[in-house]
């Protein structure tokens, strides 16, 4: 099961910052993705656990940061600068294979989401 929190409004170039926690098991991958009224879901970011590796999306790429707390099975995305084209519906999702994924249809399972919407 994931959890996702954290969401809310913010103004543009504020911060927030998501979280979503597992139980039941540890997966090896996990990313977020976004989904704004009218758009195709699409990945944020993934974290691979196993390595450390990670992926953003271009629009994103420094300003975004993913984590992960092994110890609380805890993900995270600190975002930063946000813009108002960041608001949309954020998902928290994972898989039990390794490797960073931006396809939706690589992760298993998910989260029901939490809305973020900048102005």
């Known amino acids: 099961q994931l959890v996702e929190s954290g969401g809310g409004s913010a103004l543009a170039g504020g911060s927030v910052r998501l979280s979503c926690a597992a139980s039941g098991y540890t997966f090896n991958t996990y990313s977020w993705f976004r989904q704004a009224p009218g758009q195709e879901r699409e990945g944020v970011a993934a974290i691979d656990t196993g390595d450390g590796s990670t992926y953003y999306l271009n629009s994103v790429e420094g300003r975004f940061t993913i984590s992960h707390d092994n110890a609380k099975n805890t993900l995270y995305l600190q975002m930063d600068n946000l813009k108002p084209e960041d608001s949309a519906m954020y998902y928290c999702?994972?898989?039990?294979?390794?490797?960073?994924?931006?396809?939706?249809?690589?992760?298993?399972?998910w989260g029901q989401g939490t809305q973020v919407t900048v102005s």
């Open positions: 999702a994972a898989r039990k294979g390794t490797a960073c994924y931006k396809e939706r249809y690589m992760y298993d399972y």
